[in-house]
Structures are given as structure tokens and as C-alpha cells.
């Protein structure tokens, strides 16, 4: 497989808070305070944003999928 595709794939598959996120959000000056790592756990932080919008992502695909199969069918008359 090519290696953009699989960059594309793993950073679609990647749904961690990273460090340029902290310090895009928090600025340069807070973003020691804060990390992509959580303390209690030692697991790295889990985005939720990324996460609702891969799920948002996958939705519209398959919703898209299955229209063009419905009016594929519609138009050979196997409705």
C-alpha cells in the first residue's frame, strides 16, 4: 500500500489529544501545565472532538453508500 494512504489511515485512526493541540489551545505559556498525558492513568488523553467527528465522518460515507446503491436499484427497477 502507498505511504500516503497509510499516513491517511493512521492519522484517521489517531484520536489522541496531541502536544501542538495543547499549545494550540492553551498557548505556549500554559501548555506545560498541561499535558496529553494523564497523570492518574499514565494513558494518553482521548479527544472527544476527534473522536465525534470520525463518527460523523463514518456516517456520512455509509449514508452517501447506501443512496447511491438505493438509486442504483431504483433505476434498474429492483426497488
Known amino acids: 500500500m502507498p ?20 499549545r494550540r489551545v492553551f498557548g505556549n505559556d500554559y501548555a506545560d501545565r498541561y499535558s496529553n498525558i494523564d497523570p ?3 494513558k494518553k488523553t482521548v ?8 463518527v460523523f465522518i463514518v ?4 449514508l452517501s453508500i447506501l443512496v447511491i446503491a438505493r438509486m442504483c436499484a431504483y433505476s434498474q427497477g429492483n426497488f
Do not use: A, C, P, Q
Request: aromatic share 12%; charged share 30%.
Open 59 to 62: 456516517f456520512m460515507l455509509l
Open 3 to 22: 505511504k500516503f494512504i497509510t499516513n491517511i489511515v493512521r492519522d484517521f485512526l489517531n484520536i489522541y489529544v496531541e502536544e501542538e493541540d495543547i
Open 40 to 42: 492518574r492513568t499514565g
Open 47 to 54: 479527544s472527544g472532538v476527534k473522536v465525534i467527528t470520525r
